[in-house]
Nanobody, 114 residues
Framework: VQLQAFGRGLVQAGGSLRLSCAASGSIANINVMGWYYQVPGKQREWVAT???????NYADSVKGRFTISRDNAKSTVYMEMNSLKPEDTAVYYC?????????WGQGTQVTVSS
């Protein structure tokens, strides 16, 4: 499975950005797709996930501001990021999971200026 992320950008606080991640290759039985973020010197942290049936979960820090969605026909997951804050600045990674396998995309930089 290959994951290609798009949507890196620099925005002002309060602004919006949309990330997308397209899966290709052997994508059968991918149950969950999601996003994680990482800032320098810290561990990668979970942001949001969506199952193949559309069930979503969000980290408390992004609830009400970020929306994750999925187009199964395009094998693509999206994350709409609204009301961005400087503390959202990070490298964002797309993630896909089967029962026993986890895949990561390349990171995409999101920078929010104050």
């Amino acid at each position: 499975v290959q994951l290609q992320a798009f949507g890196r950008g620099l925005v002002q606080a309060g602004g919006s950005l949309r990330l997308s991640c397209a899966a290709s290759g052997s994508i059968a039985n991918i149950n969950v797709m999601g996003w994680y973020y990482q800032v320098p010197g810290k561990q990668r942290e979970w942001v949001a996930t969506i199952t193949n049936t559309g069930s979503t979960n969000y980290a408390d820090s992004v609830k009400g501001r970020f929306t994750i969605s999925r187009d199964n026909a395009k094998s693509t997951v999206y994350m709409e990021m609204n009301s961005l804050k400087p503390e959202d600045t990070a490298v964002y990674y797309c993630n896909a999971k089967r029962v026993f396998e986890t895949y990561w995309g390349q990171g995409t930089q999101v920078t929010v200026s104050s």
